[in-house]
T-cell receptor
Framework: GNSVTQMEGPVTLSEEAFLTINCTYT??????LFWYVQYPGEGLQLLLK?????DKGSNKGFEATYRKETTSFHLEKGSVQVSDSAVYFC???????????FGKGTHLIIQP | EAGVAQSPRYKIIEKRQSVAFWCNPI?????LYWYQQILGQGPKLLIQ????????DSQLPKDRFSAERLKGVDSTLKIQPAKLEDSAVYLC???????????FGSGTRLTVV
């Protein structure tokens, strides 16, 4: 079946540091890949997505590239801000209107 | 457009009691999902509806959980009887269909004591 593995948290960085959150997946077929973010006290929000190999999703300075050869979708940001503190979830969808399979989430803490 | 509405926001019940959650998806979204998010874990799909029909309920504990989507619009998820391990946030999401992504509601936080 489908599964998503992402790096354990919490990840603590200083403001303006470079961020990488690793995500690898196992899936049959050609899934779509997503990063969701959950700010304190709020619901899940779609951060970015990629629907096929070599696609790059980007939003709010975050980027992730769909790497089929390494089955990865690592999240990166060049300069993080305190406001980026949240829990980040990597997820895959089996295509169509299928439900999502989520990783366990990575808690990111940015210190000023 | 209005988002996915869920109620209540919080619920505390004793074990063996019953509880129901309500979800109103974005207007026109054919697909509706219920997820369970236990503290410290990612959301887990419980059930997926396409209009008013069930597409996938393979991870729904059917001995105690039930869900329905009347007239293909809003949906209720029920737990009867509740167990301590059902303490979680229950998320509803909707999608208009293939390739359009998913919109999540704010969730209902259930505490079973």
């Amino acid at each position: 079946g489908n599964s998503v593995t992402q790096m354990e948290g919490p990840v603590t960085l200083s403001e303006e540091a470079f961020l990488t959150i690793n995500c690898t997946y196992t899936a049959t077929g050609y899934p779509s890949l997503f990063w969701y973010v959950q700010y304190p006290g709020e619901g899940l929000q779609l951060l970015l997505k990629a629907t096929k190999a070599d696609d790059k999703g980007s939003n709010k300075g975050f980027e992730a590239t769909y790497r089929k050869e390494t089955t990865s979708f690592h999240l990166e940001k060049g300069s993080v801000q305190v406001s980026d503190s949240a829990v980040y979830f990597c997820a895959l969808g089996g295509g169509g209107a299928d439900g999502l399979t989520f990783g366990k989430g990575t808690h990111l803490i940015i210190q000023p | 457009e209005a988002g996915v509405a869920q109620s209540p926001r919080y619920k505390i019940i004793e074990k063996r009691q019953s509880v129901a959650f309500w979800c109103n998806p974005i207007s026109g979204h054919a697909t509706l999902y219920w997820y369970q998010q236990i503290l410290g874990q990612g959301p887990k799909l419980l059930i997926q509806f396409q209009n008013n029909g069930v597409v996938d309920d393979s991870q729904l504990p059917k001995d105690r959980f039930s869900a329905e989507r009347l007239k293909g619009v809003d949906s209720t998820l029920k737990i009867q009887p509740a167990k301590l391990e059902d303490s979680a946030v229950y998320l509803c999401a909707s999608s208009p269909g293939t390739g359009y992504g998913y919109t999540f509601g704010s969730g209902t936080r259930l505490t079973v004591v």
